[in-house]
């Protein structure tokens, strides 16, 4: 069974920093692209970043670049996303999801963990 | 980027009912679509992946159909569980982008 598992969630102050971390089970995790998708209290869902296998090629919207950093430690069935500078519009859900044949597939979610930029 | 319409935002509707949600994209995306349904409290959960393709699990009074920018998704005969959200998302090109969503409710 595919369980995937956030956690790093906190409350931080704008311009402040989080990691937070996906501890993948169930299938092989190597061989799948991962992403993050965050939601917002009373919103949609909201693509965030995704990673391939290898990761050696990594996506980010452009509401994250240059701020999130998205990495994964396939010897440990784990997937990251370092995010600085911090702004009250990060604040949401955060989940992470395993992609299949095709990246965007993302056929397995956690059950995500929330992070508040507030002062 | 590849922006997503949905339609229509929310309708209610009664048990039993076939309920049919229209996803557009902005540009053709193939069938690079999937369809998401979400309740309160809960993780979005995968439906339908390539526009039409049945997720494991995912019980056959849904299905999807449509390609290059116009999609539907169906649900043949309403039960109270189905009472939720539902996304489409493209994963056609990145970003990934999703719609605004349809809130299913009782009538």
């Known amino acids: 069974e595919v369980q995937l598992v956030e956690s790093g969630g906190g409350l931080v102050q704008p311009g402040g920093s989080l990691r937070l971390s996906c501890a993948a089970s169930g299938f092989t995790f190597s061989t799948y692209p991962m992403s993050w998708v965050r939601q917002a209290p009373g919103k949609g869902p909201e693509w965030v970043s995704a990673i391939s296998g290898s990761g050696g090629s990594i996506y980010y919207a452009d509401s994250v670049k240059g701020r999130f950093t998205m990495s994964r430690d396939n010897s440990k069935n784990s997937l990251f996303l370092q995010m600085n500078s911090l702004r009250a519009e990060d604040s949401a859900l955060y989940y992470c999801?395993?992609?299949?044949?095709?990246?965007?597939?993302?056929?397995?979610w956690g059950q995500g963990t929330l992070v508040t930029v507030s002062s | 980027d590849i922006q997503m319409t949905q339609s229509p935002s929310s309708l209610s509707a009664s048990v039993g009912d076939r309920v049919t949600i229209t996803c557009r994209a902005s540009?053709?995306?193939?069938?690079?679509l999937a369809w998401f349904q979400q309740k309160p409290g809960k993780a979005p959960k995968s439906l339908i992946y390539a526009a039409s393709s049945l997720q494991s699990g995912v019980p056959s009074k849904f299905s999807g159909s449509g390609s290059g920018t116009d999609f539907t998704l169906t649900i043949s005969s309403l039960q109270p569980e189905d009472f939720a959200t539902y996304y489409c998302?493209?994963?056609?090109?990145?970003?990934?982008?999703f719609g605004p969503g349809t809130k299913v409710d009782i009538k």
């Open positions: 540009q053709g995306i193939s069938n690079s």
């Open positions: 999801a395993k992609g299949g044949l095709y990246a965007g597939d993302l056929g397995y």
């Open positions: 998302q493209q994963y056609n090109s990145y970003p990934f982008t």
